[in-house]
């Protein structure tokens, strides 16, 4: 059962509009998220993250949007470019599980972001 | 800085044969993990190390085992593999235990073939 979910698997943008990536997820008791972004053949980079007490952060061109009561968050990526063409995991941790902490990852949605 | 290394990118094994995958980082992190990654599944913690001599399970460590002798290094040992270990295989690092649900470093990856 997958607790965190990203229903898209693939997004097609035109460069310079905007990409949103969803992500949905089942457990309440998580309070952190991230976004990694992973090119073909090489690891997953941390791209953002974003904790439960706030509803948005931004690092230049990407944001990330928490809406806890609907267990959804989005990742904006205004303007989209070619360079931005991978898979966008997205992961969730309870943060104050202790020792039982842990990262759970989705699926990963590929953006094609097209010329 | 190479960041985090791993060998070999590709290996394909016979059920029953033993191999050890190698994973090396250059950044002085205390904190050292194995995933795999498979389709349809999100990435899955095997094992992880929060310092030299400290090791522990993640969600899936059957058939594998690791040590951590050195900062450096952080082995993951097939003991006798089988085709459901057919996967992507992902070593990570972060500063310590508490960053490792932040921003972890990938290292990129070794793909195996368990006939």
């Known amino acids: 059962d997958q607790q965190v979910k990203q229903n898209s698997p693939s997004l097609s943008v035109q460069e310079g509009r905007i990409s949103i990536l969803n992500c949905d997820y089942t457990?309440?008791?998580?309070?952190?998220f991230l976004w990694y972004k992973k090119y073909p053949a090489e690891g997953p980079t941390f791209l953002i993250s974003?904790?439960?007490i706030k509803d948005k952060n931004e690092d230049g061109r990407f944001t990330v949007f928490l809406n806890k009561s609907a267990k959804h968050l989005s990742l904006h990526i205004v303007p989209s470019q070619p360079g931005d063409s991978a898979v966008y995991f997205c992961a969730a941790s309870d943060y104050n599980a202790g020792n039982n902490r842990k990262l759970i990852w989705g699926l990963g949605t590929s953006l094609a972001v097209n010329p | 800085n190479a960041g985090v290394t791993q060998t070999p990118k590709f290996q394909v094994l016979k059920t029953g044969q033993s191999m050890t995958l190698q994973c090396a980082q250059d950044?002085?992190?205390?904190?050292m993990s194995w995933y795999r990654q498979d389709p349809g599944m999100g990435l899955r913690l095997i094992h992880y190390s929060v310092g030299a001599g400290i090791t522990d399970q993640g969600e899936v460590p059957n058939g594998y085992n690791v040590s951590r002798s050195t900062t450096e290094d952080f082995p993951l040992r097939l003991l006798s593999a089988a085709p459901s270990q057919t996967s992507v295989y992902f070593c990570?690092?972060?500063?310590?235990?508490?960053?490792?649900?932040?921003?972890?470093?990938f290292g990129p990856g070794t793909r195996l073939t368990v006939l």
């Open positions: 974003i904790s439960s």
């Open positions: 950044m002085n992190h205390e904190y």
């Open positions: 457990n309440s008791m998580f309070d952190y």
């Open positions: 990570a690092s972060s500063p310590d235990l508490a960053s490792s649900y932040n921003e972890q470093f």
